[in-house]
């Protein structure tokens, strides 16, 4: 049952069906390529990328964790749970993602209309066209809007017009930590806060673990070495789970690849699997 010694394992990347750059099939070559035994595919509200995959993983010797990235509010902020092992083959889990998706594609017309009154129009069609399959966020806009000349570069898009405090930012489907939690729970997955130090207040930390969640994801690009001790503290304390993933867009992030950046020993993801065990 144990994995091989010294192995290590990715449990955030993105593909094609959110706003990574890779497909399933590029992101499992890159991994095995960087010598990871294990990656989990967590798209943001998608799981249609997780069987590619698992069929590419299968091929090149890589163990496949199915996974996805959610969102939810809390007091205004836009806080991220990782679901790891839901059962993504179910009708209402890929119907529910369905309309979540829907939703976003809502959320980018009101940002595109927002961004032509601001002076900056982009064209909706393209953001589509960018977001192919997957679902529709602020990346492929940003993208958009780099190749209409609204701005030069992704971080620029960020910082003047879609971050949280841009002009144009619009928030998504408010969902709350329990709904996300409880949406997890109910088909057989385990729910893990995604990046807690990017949230900038723990206090919100707290609302969303007292929401039932399994674990915290401390391993994270983003996380310094002080938040990295800190949170394995909080983990500790409330016995949670300890994940860790380098969040790979594929390069669309800061045109940084981050596959390779977090290699998490393998034991993590055994506790992991464990825990779906006893807690189906
Ligand atoms: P959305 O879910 O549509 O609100 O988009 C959130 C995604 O945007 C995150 O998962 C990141 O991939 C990306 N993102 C957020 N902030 C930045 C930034 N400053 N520069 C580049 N990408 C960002
Ligand atoms: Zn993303
Ligand atoms: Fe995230
Ligand atoms: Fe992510």
Redesign the pocket.
Known sequence: MSGPQGSFVDL?T?TIFSDGLFTPEELIAEASRLGFTAVAV?D?DSVDGIERARAEGKRRGVEVVPGV?MSCNVNGTDV?ILGYYLDYHREEVQDFFARVRQSRLERAERMVAKLSELGAPVSLARIKELAGAGAVGRPHIAQAMVEAGAVASISEAFERYIGYDGPAYFPKLRLTPPEVVNFIHKNGGLAVI?HPATYGNDDLLYLVIAAGVDGIEVWHPEHNERSVARYQEIAEKNRLLMTGGS?CHGGRKFGRIYLGDIRLPYKYLMALKQRVRVNP
């Open positions: 955030h993105h967590t943001h990235e991220h995604a969040d």
